[in-house]
């Protein structure tokens, strides 16, 4: 839970939370901006992280990845070009938004360099 979690002074990761819903649905699909904002306002009962980390990959380069792996694809990885071009967009119009909350990271870096960005990111907030 985490609202107890924070209340305890505890620090949250999630791997997907409303910046997802609105790059995804409203970008993507095509649902109206400010209805997914207040969907996305009731359902988190007004609750905004600290910190986004936004690890950005042309999709292009994606599905380069995807191929390279033995796993098969997954539903949303199987979705089209356009689609994840639009998803994308649509994290990288957020960043616009809130440049304060949302830091971009160069998902095409060496793992290693992505986690020292990581952690330069996240040391900043003291964690």
């Excluded at 609202?3 to 505890?10: D, I, N, S």
Aim: proline share 5%; aromatic share 8%; hydrophobic share 45%.
């Amino acid at each position: 839970m985490i609202l107890p979690a924070l209340a305890a002074g505890m620090v949250v990761l999630c791997d997907r939370f409303c910046d997802a819903t609105t790059a995804y649905q409203s970008r993507s699909r095509g649902i109206d901006e400010g209805m997914v904002d207040r969907l996305n306002r009731f359902a988190a009962g007004g609750l905004v992280p600290d910190l986004t980390l936004l690890f950005d990959l042309p999709p292009e380069t994606g599905f380069a990845r995807i191929r390279g792996r033995k796993a098969p694809a997954d539903r949303m990885e199987r979705e089209s070009l356009a689609f994840h071009r639009a998803v994308r967009d649509g994290y990288l119009r957020l960043l616009e938004r809130e440049p304060a909350r949302i830091v971009r990271i160069d998902a095409g870096l060496s793992e290693e360099e992505v986690f020292r960005n990581l952690l330069a990111e996240t040391r900043r907030f003291g964690w």
